[in-house]
């Protein structure tokens, strides 16, 4: 049985709603890196069962390569989704990247609000 990515999406929702106490900013940057992950290997997964191929781009790394797929696509329900993806990803890059600015609770609220969009188009 392989893993259900969406998981992440849960487990996102959890350490936002329930941060272990004395944790609570390491439970925010932990539930919006999970919100990203679990929605990018959903969509990433979503886009190999439709045939897709990637563009061979050596200058994009994967996560790039999925997010123009989606934006590239011809159907605007998929152009938003890659509109939101790259927009959880700037999230997340934030989350795990930026120990300098905390994150905050309406940060972690967008990148639910954002993960659940994407997961409710897709």
Known sequence: MSFS????TELANH???SPFSGYQEACYRSAVSRAYYGVFCHCRNEARLKDYRPRSNADLGTHQKVIRHYKDSLEKKYKD???KLDELRRLRNK???DGDNPIKKNDVEQALFVMSEIINTL
């Open 15 to 17: 350490l936002f709603a």
């Open 81 to 83: 989704i890659g509109v």
């Open 5 to 8: 990515w969406l998981h992440y």
């Open 95 to 97: 989350a795990d990247y």
